[in-house]
């Protein structure tokens, strides 16, 4: 069974930093690209920043580009967000996100966790 459990958000001030964290279980966490989305109040659900499985590409939305690091750790099943030099329209559940594909895509989502960026 396929859990992606995120943590780390929180409340901090513009121009501050949070790292996220999103530990996986159920599948071959190495085999597989990882993303991270957020979805900010009245927003859609946007894509925020990806990972290749072997943590050597990484892509990231415009927005965040120069202040968010994603990056992976493939001998403790998890991935991160680094988010610096936060601001305001950062506020969002960030949620960590995966898929397997089969016959179908299947996706997979953690439960999200809240990072409000307010002075």
């Known amino acids: 069974q396929v859990q992606l459990v995120e943590s780390g958000g929180g409340l901090v001030q513009p121009g501050g930093s949070l790292r996220l964290s999103c530990s996986a279980s159920?599948?071959?966490?190495?085999?597989?690209?990882m993303r991270w989305y957020r979805q900010g109040p009245g927003n859609q659900r946007e894509l925020v920043a990806g990972?290749?499985?072997?943590?050597?590409?990484?892509d990231y939305a415009d927005s965040v580009k120069g202040r968010f690091t994603i990056s992976r750790d493939n001998t403790k099943n998890t991935v991160y967000l680094q988010m610096n030099n936060l601001k305001p329209e950062d506020t969002a559940v960030y949620y960590c996100?995966?898929?397997?594909?089969?016959?179908?895509?299947?996706?997979?989502w953690g439960q999200g966790t809240q990072v409000t960026v307010s002075s």
């Open positions: 990972i290749s499985s072997d943590g050597g590409s990484t």
């Open positions: 159920g599948f071959t966490f190495s085999n597989h690209p």
């Open positions: 996100h995966t898929w397997q594909q089969g016959w179908a895509v299947t996706d997979y």
